[in-house]
């Protein structure tokens, strides 16, 4: 799940990253009330890249061209996404902009720190200039000074670049995070540092440890608004209903509400979402399945429902015997009633196996949470 730029640099407060003063924008005269002195920039809150570039980042001198220039960006999508946030932030100076990120190495699973002496919207001078180093064992300050010193930072500021890398990789740690970026760091010319722009993307499979995150992205969303983690219980079934056209079937309030955002995000309009619950599922048990069965017949009892989206975190075990446990029940109800489309976002074994259970059933496997959102989202249209 990514997190938008206001809501990484919440989380770099939160770890006394150095971030400029700023505001968040819900509506064009919301500027009007603007506590931060001007010139401000205002920046579009999409997860794309390539803001500045398409229009989404604008200076402004006074109040009337920030309205007029927020409601330029409030229109303008940005590889298909609009804002619904933008972010108004202080003016900075920078005399030299740096690239530094924490991220996950897939091949030898160890935290990678990255840098370049080149940050910015220059993305082929970044990765000219990236330098590497991977956290092979317990961390400490060694590995950020290294890293600064591979990128051919000057030695004033070495110390006080690392100590930026030291919490970035402390945040990355305590919230089971797959990225922290900050493109790009400034530097003034008295040594001054601060973040100009942050991104964050969490693990989806380590929200339910993190409800801060959840209620974090859950703030951006205004169809969500009233929904607060604790409506979602995490150990009981729980149903509610909405608006739209797609049904939301998840096991813990963490994933569900991360489910809902990223729906909504991908301009898809959820009519209703049932929480299973997020306790540890060894088994299918009898209540357990009971609980799954009562869910779906209440999903898919709207005429509004074109398409269900099931997003199941669970034991291996457990999600094979769910697999054919759903393809079991849409076979009993796909006899008398027609179905919507099913979306299943299972981290199955052989899913061909388990395609073959669905044969004649309008149900597809996608194992990757973004491509299921983005496949519900299509067939609810």
Request: hydrophobic share 45%; aromatic share 6%.
């Amino acid at each position: 799940m990514d997190l938008l730029e206001y809501q990484a640099k919440t989380l770099f407060r939160q770890m006394a990253i150095p971030v400029l003063p700023s505001q968040r924008i819900d509506f064009a005269h919301d500027l009007k009330g603007l506590t931060i002195p001007y010139p401000v920039v205002l920046k579009s809150q999409v997860r794309a890249g390539g803001r500045g570039k398409a229009g989404g980042i604008k200076f402004v001198e006074n109040t009337i061209d920030a309205v007029a220039a927020a409601q330029c960006i409030f229109n303008l999508a940005i590889q298909d996404e609009y804002p619904q946030v933008l972010l108004a932030e202080a003016k900075y100076d920078a005399d030299q902009e740096v690239y530094l990120a924490v991220i996950l190495d897939p091949v030898t699973r160890r935290p990678l720190l990255l840098g370049s002496v080149q940050g910015g919207v220059n993305v082929e001078a970044t990765m000219f200039h990236i330098q590497k180093v991977v956290v092979d064992q317990e961390f400490s300050p060694f590995y950020a000074r290294r890293l600064t010193v591979k990128m051919g930072l000057q030695e004033h500021h070495v110390l006080s670049v690392s100590n930026i890398l030291e919490k970035m990789y402390r945040l990355f740690v305590e919230k089971d995070l797959d990225l922290v970026e900050i493109n790009p760091l400034g530097i003034s010319s008295t040594g001054e540092l601060m973040a100009l722009d942050g991104k964050v993307v969490a693990n989806n499979q380590a929200l339910e440890r993190h409800p801060d995150l959840v209620l974090l992205v859950n703030e951006q969303c205004s169809d969500t608004s009233a929904i607060e983690p604790t409506d979602l219980p995490t150990n009981q079934p729980n149903f509610v209903e909405l608006d739209g056209n797609i049904g939301i079937i998840c096991n813990g309030a963490a994933l569900t509400m991360t489910t809902l955002d990223q729906i909504i995000a991908t301009k898809g309009k959820p009519a209703n979402f049932f929480n299973l619950g997020g306790e540890d599922h060894f088994d299918l048990t009898e209540t357990l399945l009971q609980n799954f069965y009562e869910g779906l017949t209440l999903v898919m009892a709207s005429d509004r429902i074109k398409v269900v989206m099931i997003n199941w975190l669970g034991h291996q075990t457990t999600t094979d015997q769910l697999a054919e446990a759903i393809a079991n029940f849409l076979q009993r109800q796909n006899q008398s009633n027609t179905l919507p489309h099913f979306v299943l976002r299972l981290q199955v074994t052989e899913p061909e196996s388990h395609l073959a259970k669905f044969a004649d059933l309008p149900v597809e496997i996608v194992a990757n949470f973004d491509d299921a959102v983005k496949r519900t989202v299509a067939l609810s249209r």
